[in-house]
C-alpha cells in the first residue's frame, strides 16, 4: 500500500435500556454475541501476532466521534458518527524506531 493507515469509519445507532447483541462471526464457523465496545477493554495499543510467525502487526489508533444529534429527547436514540484512523507498522523494530522520532513535548 501507499500508506501505512488505515480508515474506518461507521454510523453508530444507540439504544436505550438494554440493546440487542449482534451477533459476530468468529471465523471458526460460530456466531458470537457481541455488545460492542463499551462491554469490552478498551485498549490504546493493540498487538496482533499473525499464527507466531516472524512478522507481527502492530497497530497505534486515534479515535474521534462526532455526535449528529444536536438535541435529544429520552425516546429518541444516539446517532454517532465514529472515524477511527489506525498506522500499521510491519514489526515491533519499526513501531520502536517511529516512537524514538517522537519528540516529547514540553511542559509550559
Known sequence: PESNFLVFEATVHTCRDGCKPAFCE?????EEPSFG???RE???????DSN???SDAEFT???TAISLTDTKTD???DL???REMIEVFESREELQQEARRAVP????
Open 52 to 54: 507466531n510467525t516472524s
Open 105 to 108: 513535548l514540553e511542559e509550559s
Open 61 to 63: 489508533k486515534n479515535e
Open 75 to 77: 425516546d429518541e436514540s
Open 37 to 39: 465496545r463499551r462491554k
Open 26 to 30: 468468529t471465523g471458526r464457523g460460530r
Open 80 to 82: 454517532e458518527f465514529v
Open 42 to 48: 478498551i485498549n490504546d495499543t493493540i498487538v496482533l
